[in-house]
């Protein structure tokens, strides 16, 4: 059975930091690419960041680009989402997620079969 | 970035009504459309990917069609558990877009 557990959410101040992390198990970590969705309170999912099973390719949304840095360690089947110079408009529930296939798509892109039960960032002074 | 919208934003229906939600895409994705389901507080659930195809476990209810920049969600004969809200999502490239929901809702 796949698990995403995500923490490391909490308050933090506009221009603060903060580092998620997506601790899962259950499959083959390195043949997955992984992905962060957010979602502001009473929004819709708003796709965030993804990392290639292999760690070398990362993607990110144009509103965090510069800001936010996805990583993976394999050792540890956890993923991260660094987070820097948070803004109020980062305040959101973080969902971790699992991508669908293995290896790379020929769209490029993928669909999320499962997701983590999401931590909460706020960013407010 | 590839804008998904869908229609309607919420739905009124009854216990034992056919529901089809549309998403459009603002340029080509092929069949690369992925549909979800989300309850409030919790975490979306996976339903359809390539536009039709459903992934395990999920009733046959559910049905998905469409490609090019036109998709649609059906659901056959809704159910007391399929109130909810439903996202489209395109991954026609690495830049992955969510449609703006519709949610369905008791009449």
């Known amino acids: 059975e796949v698990k995403l557990l995500e923490s490391g959410g909490g308050l933090v101040q506009p221009g603060g930091s903060l580092r998620l992390s997506c601790a899962a198990s259950?499959?083959?970590?390195?043949?997955?690419?992984m992905t962060w969705v957010r979602q502001a309170p009473g929004k819709g999912l708003e796709w965030v960041s993804t990392?290639?099973?292999?760690?070398?390719?990362?993607y990110y949304a144009d509103s965090v680009r510069g800001r936010f840095i996805i990583s993976g360690d394999s050792s540890k089947n956890t993923v991260y989402l660094q987070m820097d110079s948070l803004r109020a408009d980062d305040t959101a529930v973080y969902y971790c997620?699992?991508?669908?296939?293995?290896?790379?798509?020929?769209?490029?892109?993928?669909?999320?079969?499962?997701w983590g039960q999401g931590t909460m960032v706020s960013v407010s002074s | 970035d590839i804008q998904m919208t869908q229609s309607p934003s919420t739905l009124s229906a009854s216990v034992g009504d056919r529901v089809t939600i549309t998403c459009r895409a603002s340029q080509s994705i092929s069949i690369w459309l992925a549909w979800y389901q989300q309850k409030p507080g919790k975490a979306p659930k996976f339903l359809i990917y390539?536009?039709?195809t459903l992934q395990s476990g999920v009733p046959s209810r559910f049905s998905g069609s469409g490609s090019g920049t036109e998709f649609t969600l059906t659901i056959s004969s809704l159910q007391p558990d399929d109130f909810a809200t439903y996202y489209c999502q395109q991954y026609n490239s690495h830049s992955r877009t969510f449609g703006q929901g519709t949610k369905v809702e008791i009449k």
């Open positions: 390539d536009a039709s």
């Open positions: 990392i290639s099973g292999s760690g070398i390719s990362m």
């Open positions: 259950g499959f083959f970590f390195s043949n997955y690419a």
């Open positions: 997620a699992k991508d669908q296939t293995v290896g790379t798509r020929l769209s490029g892109g993928d669909a999320s079969d499962s």
